[in-house]
Nanobody, 122 residues
């Protein structure tokens, strides 16, 4: 079973930058999408899509992060990244990575990381 481990979260001030990483425990031979989701700290909130990338490198961003966030991946390192610039207070959330349709030698499945907290102060 593939494990995804996020890192890079922390406390920053508004306007600063962070880069999140999501490392996979094994090589993923193929996938449908890799993405970053976030869950704001409020009761009842569910994770919502922030950005995703396809195997061909096509990207999609939610409007609120366009021009500020960049999703990328390093196949050799089995790692997904999210560069976050010009952070805003409203970006505060737990950020999760997800791989949809991950294909390994034995399985095809969706996987989530356990999340990394990003806190942006004013």
């Amino acid at each position: 079973q593939v494990q995804l481990v996020e890192s890079g979260g922390g406390l920053v001030q508004a306007g600063e930058s962070l880069r999140l990483s999501c490392a996979a425990s094994e090589t993923i031979d193929g996938f449908s999408f890799m993405g970053w989701y976030r869950q704001a700290p409020a009761p009842g909130n569910e994770p919502t899509l922030v950005a995703r990338i396809t195997p061909t490198g096509s990207t999609l961003y939610v409007d609120s992060v366009k021009g500020r966030f960049t999703i990328s991946r390093d196949n050799a390192k089995n790692t997904l990244y999210l560069q976050m610039n010009s952070l805003k207070v409203e970006d505060t959330a737990v950020y999760y990575c997800k791989v949809e349709g991950a294909r390994t030698k034995l399985t095809i499945a969706d996987y989530w990381g356990k999340g990394t907290l990003v806190t942006v102060s004013s």
